[in-house]
């Protein structure tokens, strides 16, 4: 560095109204400087950092509170508001020059699409090239990547922007796509952060955790209340026979409907399903890929009902083991035609549990269940038909792929009233019988 510093009096209004017109500097650092350049009607506050190579870079901050001006901490400062706005000044013109050291500056968008590309590669190398590109890009794209926090540099990222972000979410939302939407955006910026950390300040994992974090404690959901009577799932089972059969789905439906009816399963694991999961009296369901780290069997067997294999005969007939179970056909606008009908493409498996949305409409419609009566209720009705039956949590559980956790949270009614009957049988009186003959009866006098 050049020369010495002189120290120049700014602390207080009349310190800076002697000073000559011109500009004065005081050092906060070594290399930080706030100035101060004094012009005829009052001055203003400057700040410089040292870059190296004898240079510095010079910013105006804000005005002096000089004459009648009084301070209001935003465009006119004290010495001491001016001191904590150069230093603050200062770090983000420096995190600046890091974060772009080696390129563009990562920011939410960048890291976004970062994530999605890396997800849908998973998927390709997975599934192969008729992977679904799934929801996750649906749901980042409509919530995250159209709003203001998308062009949020992440070395400037605070925890108020994603909890804004957060808050400003629709009320429409349920909990758990708010909770699906924050964790893909979490994944997405941790990823983020690790890529870039010399770039990023160190707290950036703790202001993704904190800003992401729920304004309140969520209340869990009674999700028994979700759960249909057997006899709701035979109605929803007989309206997907009679859709499937309206709309020529050749038992494609049908099938989907039952396993998911029968295992309680999830649709991501039935869709996985190949024909040599069919056995002689059970299901063979894949794990779900839920959980980091967690290792887990390939399958989970699930004892079904004669009627279920029945059902997934014309499925398994002539076909190899590791072909795909479900299956449904794609269609296509046939434009060789006058009014280019649709057609009949390719024949693949089920890939997104969107592709039910239209036809499970139809069928709640034809079972004269209420509208919002959704394909997760299926899984709702396993769990709580096992719990009612009296099979342990533990195993109800590890049938449905989750934790006993997750099955005592939400399915705590079911678990009380098979409880509540399997203490009714050890019940005993406890009160000494009353036995007549015991009894002394006094005699009278003669």
């Not at 202001?207 to 729920?214: F, T």
Request: charged share 30%; with cysteine; aromatic share 4%.
């Amino acid at each position: 560095m050049s020369k010495t510093l002189t120290e120049a009096a700014l602390t207080t209004r009349n310190a800076r109204a002697g000073l000559a017109e011109g500009v004065h500097w005081r050092g906060l650092s070594p290399d930080v400087h706030l100035g101060y350049r004094k012009q005829k009607r009052g001055g203003r506050w400057l700040v410089r950092w040292y870059q190296g190579d004898q240079k510095y870079r010079q910013a105006t901050l804000a005005t002096a509170d000089d004459g009648k001006l009084e301070a209001d901490g935003v465009t006119c400062l004290t010495f001491e508001q001016a001191k904590t706005a150069a230093s603050r000044h200062v770090s983000t013109k420096r995190a600046d020059d890091l974060a772009a050291a080696d390129g563009p500056a990562p920011t939410v968008r960048t890291a976004i699409d970062a994530y999605l590309v890396t997800q849908e590669a998973r998927e390709v190398a997975r599934d192969g090239q008729k992977a679904s590109r799934g929801d996750a890009r649906l749901r980042l794209t409509r919530h995250i990547l159209s709003s203001p926090l998308a062009a949020k540099m992440l070395h400037a990222l605070k925890e108020s922007d994603l909890s804004k972000w957060r808050d400003g979410l629709s009320g429409d939302l349920a909990a758990t796509t708010v909770r699906r939407i924050t964790n893909d955006l979490k994944a997405a910026l941790n990823a983020a952060a690790t890529k870039h950390r010399a770039r990023l300040p160190a707290e950036i994992p703790l202001i993704i955790k904190n800003g992401l974090a729920g304004s309140h404690a969520e209340t869990p959901t009674a999700r028994d209340k979700s759960a249909l009577p057997d006899g709701d799932i035979r109605r929803i089972i007989a309206a997907a026979k009679a859709v499937d059969d309206r709309d020529d789905w050749n038992g494609d439906l049908l099938r989907l409907v039952v396993v998911l009816s029968a295992t309680g399963a999830r649709f991501s694991q039935v869709r996985r399903m190949a024909v040599g999961d069919v056995q002689q009296s059970r299901l063979m369901v894949p794990t779900s890929r839920k959980g980091r780290g967690v290792k887990k069997a390939s399958h989970i067997a699930v004892r079904v009902g004669t009627d279920v294999i029945a059902t997934m005969r014309p499925a398994t007939a002539g076909r190899r083991a590791g072909d795909a179970l479900l299956e449904r056909w794609r269609h296509k606008q046939d434009k060789s035609q006058e009014k280019a009908p649709w057609v009949r493409d390719t024949r693949g498996p089920w890939l997104n549990a969107t592709e039910l949305s239209r036809p499970w409409a139809e069928i709640v419609r034809l079972a004269e269940l209420p509208a919002d009566t959704v394909p997760y209720a299926l899984r709702h009705s396993s769990i709580v038909r096992q719990l009612r039956n009296g099979l342990p949590v533990r195993l109800v559980a590890a049938l449905h792929d989750t934790s006993t956790r997750m099955i005592e949270t939400h399915y705590s009614s079911a678990i009380i009233d098979a409880l509540d009957e399997l203490s009714a049988g050890a019940v005993v009186p406890l009160m000494p019988p009353e036995n007549d003959g015991d009894k002394v009866v006094p005699l009278r006098a003669g």
